[in-house]
């Protein structure tokens, strides 16, 4: 009898090896190689001979086209439309609004577009359309999960763009492995790739995410995609995020927002307030900044609470911001500010949901906690930027003008910026700019005392 070959397949990376292992040697996950049978690959090495190496400036750049999708706030995470012949991975939290999303996007594109689904009916889908008002004669489905046949309709319909919901579902058959291994992952994306490569085709993968946060085999499908797009945001909240996290046709910082409401997802095509509370009177704990996100400025409320710790080690809690960058930031508050912060638990929340890595918002940070841990109110309409130094000091940030005129045009009277910026201001601007060297500079005029 023929012994069946196993490997072990990490399914983060998709690193293999031929026994099981607790840590992945190469992306240094823990317990992730999971089982899987060894299969005949094919060998796919094309007899290449006829390709020779070309002259740089004999290259001609085919000149860029895209589709428009006519979702602006899709069109900009994709850094301006649908670039042609691109391959896109969209991932997300199960239920956060990818088929949704995707389904309007097929909607909107005025060209022949295959949406392959292997995990909901006709019907579903049809009721997710009316829900949506998409009744488009371009638009077509396949309830498929077998590439083979997926390949044949595509070869049939030859549509411009193929939508595939999701890779974990779909399956070779002439794999042995079942559908969601990293092993068919990567065959059933790589056999598609080669066919939208070769029929000139766009094609989207929808990939759902793993409870640690990850797409199933995302580094496998990262290097082998053109974009990658992932949902952000909190499920139970109404609107939802869109940020690129790879782009090879533009820029990896923009993000998209929209609201899912009960007609599908809408653009908010102007977030500049989107994350602020609808309260913004003097609160113990809020402070609002101003972020960049891309090339759009953002205002976000921070918050910050301080509890007293009475037993054990205390509680740092971050969501949507760096915990160990809030570790130095207590750090620097404790040396600078003489604040006994070492016995206090310390949460910060920024509203939405949002993730920031954007330093501008460090100053933000340290007057939430401040104005927690002291319980001193922070004065109303006043935004904080600027980033935080070991010692204290407040650093130049990128984009100050595009800040400080998103705070003037959203009624704010004060904006507190890094000094440094200051010779950066390019106009007079009505909102009362006020520079800042340290932290210890800030603390007596932004906040009220009880
Ligand atoms: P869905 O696109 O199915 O999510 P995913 O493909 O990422 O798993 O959308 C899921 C949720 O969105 C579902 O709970 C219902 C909600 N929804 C709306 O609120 N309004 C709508 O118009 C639609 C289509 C869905
Ligand atoms: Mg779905």
């Not at 691109?86 to 295959?114: F, R």
């Given at each position: 009898m023929q012994k069946i070959k196993i490997k072990y397949v990490c399914t983060n990376c998709g690193f293999e090896s031929p026994k099981w292992l607790g840590k992945c040697p190469d992306c240094g996950s823990w317990n992730t190689f999971s089982e899987e049978k060894v299969s005949k690959t094919k060998n796919n090495q094309q007899t290449?001979?006829?390709?020779?190496?070309?002259?740089?400036?004999?290259?001609?750049?085919?000149?860029?086209?895209?589709?428009?999708?006519?979702?602006?706030?899709?069109?900009?995470?994709?850094?301006?439309?649908?670039?042609?012949?691109?391959?896109?991975?969209?991932?997300?939290?199960?239920?956060?609004?990818?088929?949704?999303?995707?389904?309007?996007?097929?909607?909107?594109?005025?060209?022949?577009?295959?949406?392959?689904?292997?995990?909901?009916?006709?019907?579903?889908?049809?009721?997710?359309?009316?829900?949506?008002?998409?009744?488009?004669?371009?638009?077509?489905?396949?309830?498929?999960?077998?590439?083979?046949?997926?390949?044949?309709?595509?070869?049939?319909?030859?549509?411009?763009?193929?939508?595939?919901?999701?890779?974990?579902?779909?399956?070779?058959?002439?794999l042995e492995n079942s559908p969601g291994t990293v092993t068919q992952i990567k065959e059933c994306a790589q056999t598609l790739i080669q066919e939208a490569k070769s029929k000139g085709f766009c094609l989207i993968f929808i990939g759902h995410v793993t409870k640690e946060g990850n797409i199933a085999g995302p580094m496998v499908l990262e290097h082998m995609v053109d974009t990658v797009l992932f949902f952000e945001g909190d499920k139970n909240l109404n609107f939802r995020i869109i940020r690129s996290l790879k782009n090879r046709f533009g820029s990896t910082n923009e993000i998209g927002v929209f609201q899912m409401t009960e007609s599908g997802l809408v653009e908010v095509k102007n977030p500049g307030e989107f994350f602020l509370s609808d309260e913004m009177e003097e609160v113990n704990g809020s402070v609002v900044t101003a972020v960049m996100e891309g090339s759009r400025p953002i205002l976000l409320e921070v918050q910050a609470l301080t509890t007293k710790n009475n037993f054990g080690i205390p509680q740092r809690v971050a969501t949507g911001f760096d915990l160990r960058k809030l570790s130095i930031i207590v750090a620097v508050l404790e040396k600078r500010l003489n604040l006994k912060l070492s016995t206090a638990n310390i949460f910060i929340n920024m509203v939405g949901g949002i993730k920031i890595d954007d330093p501008a918002a460090d100053l933000a940070v340290c007057c939430g906690i401040i104005s927690s841990f002291l319980n001193l109110n922070v004065k109303s309409k006043i935004v904080v930027v600027g980033e935080i130094g070991l010692s204290g000091e407040v650093r130049a940030v990128t984009d100050i003008n595009k800040r400080i005129s998103e705070a003037e045009k959203l009624g704010f009277e004060t904006i507190y910026i890094p000094k440094q910026n200051f010779k950066n201001i390019e106009k007079k601007f009505i909102i009362n700019v006020i520079p800042i060297k340290n932290i210890k500079d800030i603390t007596k005029d932004i906040f009220y005392s009880n």
């Open positions: 290449s001979l006829n390709i020779k190496p070309v002259k740089i400036t004999d290259i001609k750049i085919e000149t860029e086209e895209r589709i428009i999708t006519n979702i602006g706030e899709y069109d900009r995470v994709m850094g301006g439309g649908i670039m042609k012949n691109s391959i896109t991975l969209v991932g997300g939290d199960p239920g956060i609004g990818k088929s949704t999303l995707l389904m309007q996007v097929a909607d909107k594109i005025n060209k022949t577009v295959l949406y392959v689904s292997a995990e909901e009916s006709a019907n579903q889908i049809k009721q997710r359309a009316n829900r949506t008002n998409i009744n488009n004669e371009h638009l077509y489905v396949l309830t498929s999960p077998e590439v083979e046949i997926i390949i044949e309709k595509i070869k049939e319909l030859k549509p411009e763009l193929v939508i595939i919901d999701s890779i974990q579902t779909i399956y070779l058959s002439s």
